[in-house]
Structures are given as structure tokens and as C-alpha cells.
């Protein structure tokens, strides 16, 4: 079975604070991909990252940085001097290679609030 | 642009009655997808098109039924209403049906059933 947990149900910093929302996934396929999205508080979900299970890269973005660790099947993403536009919620997810489909596995979400 | 835009972005119904909500896309993808987001923000799939074929139809209740006219479109027909209806809605498109392809999301609608 396929799963994704995101333990952190919500996380409040302080602006300028780095803040780490962690991703456990379970799948039993060799090769998976791995998303984060991120709803702010108007409602849409916008498209973060995408990361396949053989790049065991890190990647930078700006502030944003993903830790892959396939040895804990863990997706990790941390903001770096968060910010208040950084308030929203964060969906990790994961989706099958191969088949027909293309279905993403959401985790439940942690709710990031960035005090001014 | 809107690149996936739904309508309405609010409906609010009562029990029974019988509701649509349309999608539309204008990025060229050829998937679409309809998800459904809870009070607990829980999100799920529930269906899913190519190039208007059904895809994926998870275990959704057969008041619900998704039309293709085209790729371009993904419309979503709600049959008698009932108060666990209320959900936001979300559509969403890809290129092609592989999993590498990232979805984008429409704005959701917020269903309310009273």
C-alpha cells in the first residue's frame, strides 16, 4: 500500500525562523515520484516541486530546500528566513510510475503560520 | 491566463438538489483530474480522464458523474445532494498520464450542502 504522513499536523515560527516540514512515504515501488504543494490561505494549490526516486539530490530553490532520503523514505522541505507569505498549508505527495494512471497520494498537511 | 479555472468558486445548496461544477484548461494537457478536498483538508482523487476517456474512477459514489465534451474540459455532475457532499472541489490537469507530470490545480470550489 502506498502512504504518506506528514506528522506535523501545524507549525508556528517566528518570521526570519527556518522551519523543516518532514514527509514519510511508504510504497513498495522501485520507482515512485515525490511532490510538495503548498495551499495558502486563499484556497489554491500550487505546484512546488517534483522529485523521482532515483535523484537523490538535494535541491535549492531560493529559500526552499528538499532533503530526499530514500534510505528513511523521508522527503523533508525546509524554508529557509521563513516568511509571512510562507503561511499556508503543505501537502506532500506521492505518485506511481508506469501504468495507466497517475494518481497522487497526499499526506495530510501541516499548517505552517509564520508570525510577524 | 487561468490555466485551470473552475466555476462557480462558491455553491451552496440543499440536500437533494442536483449540481454541476465545470473545468476547463488552457495549458494543452490531455489528463484531467477531479479531486476532493474534506473539512480536514484531506485530499483525494476521484477521477480521472484522458483525452476524454475515463482513467480512474476511485470508489465514488455513482451521484457523481464526470463528463469530458473534450481534453479541454472536465465538467462534474452531482446527483441529489447530501450534506457529506460538502467538500471543496478541485480540478486539475497534466500532460499526458505519466507521474512525472505535475499536476496544476484549479482555484477548488467550496461546495456547501445545508
Known amino acids: 500500500a502506498q502512504k504518506v504522513t506528514q506528522a506535523q499536523t501545524e507549525i508556528s515560527v517566528v518570521e526570519k525562523e527556518d522551519v523543516t516540514l518532514d514527509c514519510v512515504y511508504e510504497?513498495?515501488?522501485?520507482?515512485?515520484?515525490l511532490f510538495w504543494y503548498k495551499q495558502p490561505p486563499s484556497g489554491e494549490l500550487v505546484f512546488l516541486i517534483r522529485r523521482n526516486s532515483f535523484d537523490e539530490q538535494n535541491e535549492i530553490s531560493g529559500r526552499y530546500s528538499w532533503n530526499f532520503q530514500k534510505s528513511t523514505s523521508s522527503f523533508n522541505f525546509t524554508i529557509t528566513a521563513s516568511q509571512v507569505v510562507d503561511s499556508a498549508v503543505y501537502f506532500c505527495a506521492l505518485s506511481r510510475h508506469g501504468g495507466a494512471t497517475n494518481k497522487l497520494i497526499f499526506g495530510t498537511g501541516t499548517l505552517l503560520a509564520v508570525q510577524p | 491566463d487561468t490555466a485551470v479555472s473552475q466555476t462557480p468558486k462558491y455553491l451552496v445548496t440543499q440536500m437533494g438538489n442536483d449540481k454541476s461544477i465545470k473545468c476547463e484548461q488552457n495549458l494543452g494537457h490531455d489528463t484531467m483530474y477531479w479531486y476532493k478536498q474534506d473539512s480536514k483538508k484531506f485530499l483525494k482523487i476521484m477521477f480521472s480522464y484522458n483525452n476524454k476517456e475515463l482513467i480512474i474512477n476511485e470508489t465514488v459514489p455513482n451521484r457523481f458523474s464526470p463528463k469530458s465534451p473534450d481534453k479541454a474540459h472536465l465538467n462534474l455532475h452531482i446527483n441529489s445532494l447530501e450534506l457529506g457532499d460538502s467538500a471543496v472541489y478541485f480540478c486539475?490537469?497534466?500532460?499526458?498520464?505519466?507521474?512525472?507530470?505535475?499536476?496544476?490545480f484549479g482555484n477548488g470550489t467550496r461546495l456547501t450542502v445545508t
Open positions: 486539475a490537469s497534466s500532460l499526458g498520464q505519466g507521474v512525472n507530470s505535475p499536476l496544476h
Open positions: 510504497t513498495r515501488d522501485t520507482t515512485y515520484y
